[in-house]
């Protein structure tokens, strides 16, 4: 079948709409997002280019500078496909904040024992110790020891003291 020829400035008479790409439906820090990109975008990107969330740092395989909560439970966001993400809740750095921008205890705490360094392992450090205070209110050193995050700053000690500071408000 011949087709027709369309005229300068026309469309084609052949030319058929892509239908539209289903998306992702996920919750960032309480706010609803779709993300109707690559479903193999790692959540990093996807916070970082997309929604311009730059607490997730990018930091190589097993940092834990790229930590955030989905669903509660701190996770790579560099290792995270979108795909994953469909109807799920996620919690970064900066949805540790409370209302009016007031600060995490945890938060406070760093700022308080001086556990930040350069600040580049700071929201990696957050993220674990919420998840780790969630399911355990009095860690121990060791506890902490083993959170996934890497500090080359030296500020470990500083980081148990902070968490400790939190652990013990609550006791």
């Not at 509660?72 to 409370?98: F, H």
């Not at 009095?138 to 003291?161: M, N, Q, Y």
């Amino acid at each position: 079948m011949a087709q027709a020829q369309a005229r300068p400035g026309e469309p084609a008479a052949t030319i058929v709409p892509e239908p539209a790409r289903k998306g992702i439906a996920l919750k960032v820090n309480g706010e609803s997002f779709v993300h109707v990109g690559d479903p193999a975008m790692p959540l990093l990107w996807y916070l970082r280019d997309v929604l311009r969330l730059t607490g997730t740092k990018y930091g190589g395989d097993r940092s834990g500078v790229d930590l955030v909560l989905v669903e509660g439970k701190a996770v790579s966001a560099q290792s995270l496909p979108m795909s994953a993400l469909a109807g799920k809740r996620v919690r970064t750095v900066e949805g540790l904040t409370g209302e009016a921008g007031a600060l995490h205890p945890l938060q406070q705490a760093f700022i308080d024992e001086d556990a930040i360094g350069c600040g580049y392992c700071t929201g990696g450090w957050l993220i674990a110790a919420v998840e780790l205070l969630a399911r355990n209110a009095h860690p121990t050193d060791e506890d902490i020891d083993r959170l996934p995050v890497l500090c080359r700053c030296g500020c470990h000690t500083r980081v148990r003291r902070a968490i400790k500071r939190v652990a013990g408000a609550h006791a």
